[in-house]
């Protein structure tokens, strides 16, 4: 069994920045692929960045040059936040044919 823990949500102005992290705990835990998702209020959840065990990576048009995602505690650094980013945040990880899901963490961008 896997268990993922997210971390680093909160409120910040637009154009500000938020870390959030992604603690994973299990047996023999190596997965295949870790990400990042959102869902919005009202919208269906989106993939917002990757990161293969081969470090390869993968961004969502809407935040390519804002946000980076690292392998390190599963990471996702997201600057010039805006408005519309505004959802929860989950982590996700691929290992084999499972598919291990945080329970989310909140990001509101308001003034």
């Known amino acids: 069994q896997v268990h993922l823990v997210e971390s680093g949500g909160g409120l910040v102005q637009p154009g500000g920045s938020l870390r959030l992290s992604c603690a994973a705990s299990?047996?023999?835990?190596?997965?295949?692929?870790m990400g990042w998702y959102r869902q919005a209020p009202g919208k269906e959840r989106e993939l917002v960045a990757t990161?293969?065990?081969s470090t390869s990576t993968k961004y969502a048009d809407s935040v390519k040059g804002r946000f980076t995602i690292a392998k390190n505690t599963v990471y996702l650094q997201m600057n010039s936040l805006k408005p519309e980013d505004t959802a929860v945040y989950y982590c996700?990880?691929?290992?084999?044919?499972?598919?291990?899901w945080g329970q989310g963490t909140l990001v509101t961008v308001s003034s």
């Open positions: 990161i293969t065990s």
């Open positions: 996700n990880a691929a290992v084999g044919i499972y598919s291990y």
């Open positions: 299990g047996n023999s835990f190596s997965p295949n692929v």
